[in-house]
Every structure is written in C-alpha cells, then in structure tokens.
C-alpha cells in the first residue's frame, strides 16, 4: 500500500497582470505516493512546470496549499521553505545544470555541501550515488567529459545523494536519444520502486509512459485524466521499452 508523501488542494496560479494576466493553473488536487513514479503530461504551456515548481516549494501558489512529509508550506517563511527542499525534495532538470569546472563527484558533492555535510562522508555518499546511477567509473570525469545521457546520471545523483523523500524531474529525458532516455527512465523508476521515493517525472514525451505507474494528463492548467501505468514492460526487452 503507498503512502502519500506529497499532496496539493485547489492550487491555482495567477501569472502577470492586467491584460497580460494568465491563469497558468486553475484547481489542481494532486497526490504523490511511496513508491511509485507518476508521469505528469501535457502539451508545451500546459501548466506541467509551473505545477512542478510549486510542488517543489520553488514557487507559491496564488491559491491553495502544498503538504510535503505532513507539513503544510502555506506559512512557512523563505528559510523554513528553503528547508523543506533540502530535507524533502531532490529535483532533476532537462539541462542538467552542472558546473562545468568541476567533476562528476564534486557536482553531485554541492548537494550535500549545502546541508552542511563535508569531509570523508560526503565523498563517500557522492561515490555511492554515483555507483547507483552506473558511474562508478566517472567519478573524475567533467561535464565536458560525460556523453548527455552520463551528465542526466550525474544530475540523478545529486538529487538522490541526500535521500529525499521525493524526487521532481523536469523533462528528463528531453535532451537525450532513445537508449540514453530508456536508461534515465529506468533509474527513475528503480528510485521510486526499490528506494520507495515519490517520483513525478514531468514531460510530453510518450516514450516516458512505459515506466510510469500513474499518468496524469494536464491541459490549460487543469488536470483532465489519469490512468494507471503498465510497469510490467520494464521487464521487456530495451528496444521495446523506449525506442528511438
């Protein structure tokens, strides 16, 4: 039985002002549970990022709330908040967001650097995190170094290092071939299913929906469908689960 680690009620949200105003989501009820991925899609200008960021507590809701771990955000302050995503959250992004200059376990070391964990055990977690994500050998490697899919491996890591209860991913896969985009998908799937994490993986891209457990459908910000996911064709062969 899952557990609901993340849940939103009535989130709306206003963008701009006057004749320029946008209603980007208009009444989103939505839940996230142990163990399992949720993918969250829809059309470019949907709501789908907006939505994200709010789960994420990057952004306030123009009405509504947002509960992460039984602890509503609604009044937290900016410190408080800030918190919450450090304890809770761990976020991926199309872009990956590396620094450059740095190298695979440095990168994915930031994460912990700003929860104040340094020393021998922060580079033994960097290291685990990235032997989880199949890049043992790439601790020393630079972004430069890395092909695109590795670089969304080293993004993974960071998220995972600090064990979050939840993990948002922002079209991870958007950037990435078809064997590279099935790799990322899978160590998804592997964090929501063997580590029990919340995991929503944001995207329009169809290929994604062999490993989702749920699939949520948003159109002009309002969710219009869901349907549960077929997971089992995780256990077919590469090339049917996410072809090129």
Known sequence: MTDCILEAKAIKKTLGSSAREVHALRGIDLTLNRGELTLLMGPSGSGKTTLLLILGCMMAPSFGSVTVCGTSTSDLKTEALAKIRRDHIGFVFQSY????????????QLALDIRGEQGRAA???????LAMVGLERKIQARPSE??????QRV???RAIVSNPSTILADEPTGALDG????????ILADIAHERE??????THDPRAMPFADRIINIEDGLLVGEQAGEPERL????TAAFGS
Request: charged share 25%.
């Open 97 to 108: 967001q590396l620094f450059p200059t740095l190298t695979a376990a440095q990168n994915v």
């Open 146 to 151: 890395l092909s695109g899919g590795e670089q």
């Open 155 to 157: 993004a993974i890591a």
């Open 179 to 186: 064997d590279n985009g099935r790799t990322v998908m899978r």
């Open 197 to 202: 994490r919340a995991v929503m993986v944001v």
């Open 123 to 129: 580079r033994k977690k960097s290291r685990e995190a």
């Open 235 to 238: 256990r077919l062969p590469k």
